[in-house]
């Protein structure tokens, strides 16, 4: 599919979607790298899919921004622009408050600016599969979020941005650089699900097991050498991963010794 093709598809698309009223549009892999600009006709759509999930190029969208035009979409819920040419998040996004998921992954986008801050309801939001080295120290306030994805990513340093987020329950940094995880981690009391797995920890910290509410610790794929006696606080866990430790000293010796201690 040529991109004029796919442009007219997407017309289509936003023509037939405006005359039934839908909620929800599909412009998936059908080779974009525009977006027409009477997608601001759909004032009452809440869920915008311009991703890319085809293994075929010519079915790829190659959107590297968004019309002004979307800025109208007042109801919009859900935007996944994934798996795109996007190196920067749009500015256009500041006027869409009303978003709560935003999927960017797949992208090349190397730094994040305070465009986040403009979506106050924010809950969910992928950032898996880009270029980010670390977050701005605005990333803070967005105090809505409940899930991030950074996995596979370039971060050397464990977000200390995420550290105040009062609602945060899911949180996926693995396949990053991350050498250590801040002592103050034990603030996300929040926290259900915490994946740090294939980064180059080292040493965890005591407060890491002071999180009650975790249910789901990932940690394989590191150098981790023990696991503090500190783990058996953990009451609400019930999945631990710790494969791939080549420095630990007995996978399976620590285990009994947390069963018998439990």
């Known amino acids: 599919m040529t991109p004029e093709q796919g442009y007219r598809e997407a017309e289509r698309r936003i023509e037939e979607a405006g005359q039934k009223n839908l909620k929800i549009l599909n412009l998936r892999s059908i080779g974009l790298t525009e977006l027409p600009s009477e997608i601001s006709q759909l004032t009452n759509l ?5 991703s890319s999930h085809s293994s075929r190029e010519d079915r790829r969208n190659k959107l590297t921004n968004l019309p002004l035009e979307i800025k109208k979409l007042k109801k919009l819920k859900a935007l996944s622009i994934a798996c795109n040419n996007m190196v920067e998040l749009p500015g256009i996004l500041t006027k869409i408050s009303s978003l709560r ?47 991030i994805n950074l996995k596979n990513n370039f971060l050397t340093l464990f977000p200390d941005q995420i550290i105040s987020l009062p609602k945060l329950e899911n949180l996926n940094l693995s396949c990053n650089q991350i050498l250590s995880i801040p002592q103050s981690i034990n603030k996300v009391q929040s926290m259900k699900v915490l ?15 002071d999180l009650s509410n975790i249910e789901k610790l990932y940690l394989g794929g590191n150098e981790v050498k023990e696991i503090p006696q500190s783990i058996k606080n953990l009451s609400s866990l019930k999945i631990l991963r710790l494969s791939s430790n080549r420095r630990l000293v007995s996978h399976f010796d620590f285990i009994e010794t947390y069963r018998s201690s439990t």
């Open 46 to 50: 809440e869920v915008l899919d311009l």
């Open 101 to 147: 998921a935003l999927d960017v992954s797949y992208n090349s986008l190397a730094s994040l600016q305070d465009t986040l801050l403009n979506f106050p309801h924010l809950e969910w939001l992928n950032m898996e599969s880009n270029c980010i080295k670390s977050l701005p120290c605005s990333f803070s306030r967005i105090s809505s979020l409940k899930n």
């Open 195 to 209: 994946d740090v797995s294939n980064n180059h920890l080292r040493i965890l910290p005591d407060s890491l097991f």
